[in-house]
Every structure is written in structure tokens, then in C-alpha cells.
């Protein structure tokens, strides 16, 4: 035996996971240790669009705006979930558009990484890439933005707990246990 843990090693994921939820839920450290757990690539659709744009987020919504954004941020997540399942972390604001909803619930499977205020505004307040946030009071920015939000993400193909203090491992393990209850997306290989 080589110590390593072979819990996960018969799952074979059919569809691709696509986490949602608010900035500072986790979806991109989670997202990479269950694309690790599951030996699947991890894709980030933020990333896909700095790198395709050449500049950040944040850059892009200064020059271009968040309509236009939004709009490539549909192009990115429409190609990645035509690839091969993977792991595919999305920002906070993809899940909002309708067609971004049908498209990821039709193609993967949406889990929606649930934290509450709390504990995102403790992991966020110090950041200063959130392009959202950068207003006269970020606090009640992220509560406004968190309230309007919920209720959508609440609609997601699944939802698992993010709390402060527990490890981004364990996390991973929480949505490996939410995503065997559908046959349909991981199975025991």
C-alpha cells in the first residue's frame, strides 16, 4: 500500500461540475482539489477570459462593461462544457443569466458552494480584485449582491455547505458527496 487515499480512484465523472456561488464561497480551491480528487482537469471560466482577453476581470469590466463581459463569459462556459468532464469553476455572476443556468443544468451539473455573509465578507474584504466591491461601503455592496443572488443559486442541481475552518480538502469530500447522489453525473467505475 502506498498510503494514498483510493476512496475516490473508482469514481468516473460522466458530466461536467460547474461550481457556483458568491465570491469567497471557495469555488476555485475547491474546485481544484476535486478536479485532483477526481483525476479531471480543472478549468476556471474567469481565468479562460483574462487569458483569452489578455487583461483582468477587472480591466475588462472598466473598458468594456459588464453586459459585455457577461456575454463572453456564455462563450467560455458553453466551450468548456463541451469538453471532456472536468471541474469547472465559474464567477460569482455567471449563474444570474438564464441561458448560463439551462446551459450548465442541460451539459453538467451545477453545485452551488453555500456560505453565508459572514464568512464571505471575512474572506473577501481584504482583496482588492473583486471589481464588484470596489465601492464606498464593500460590506454592504457584498449584502446587497449576496441577497439578489441567493435565491438564483438556491436553484442549482445541488448545494453543499461552505463554512469557515473546514479545509478545502474536506470540502471537496462534502461535494463528492453530494454529487453521488446523481447516477447520472459520478459513478463507481
Known sequence: MDGR??????LKLKKTVVMVG???????????ALASALRVPFRDSDAEIERAANMSIAEIFARDGEPFF????SQVIARLLDGAPA????GGGAYMRPQNRAMITERGV???LDAELPVL???VKHKNTRPLLRTA????TLREIYEQRVPIYALSDLSVKSEQ?????AMAARVIAALKTRPDVLTED
Open 5 to 10: 487515499d483510493t476512496s475516490v480512484q473508482a
Open 22 to 32: 458568491m465570491m469567497g464561497a471557495g469555488k476555485t480551491a475547491v474546485g481544484r
Open 70 to 73: 457577461r456575454q463572453k463569459e
Open 87 to 90: 471541474v469547472l469553476s465559474t
Open 110 to 112: 451545477a453545485v452551488w
Open 121 to 123: 465578507w471575512n474572506r
Open 137 to 140: 461601503d464593500p460590506k454592504a
Open 165 to 169: 475552518g473546514i479545509a478545502v480538502e
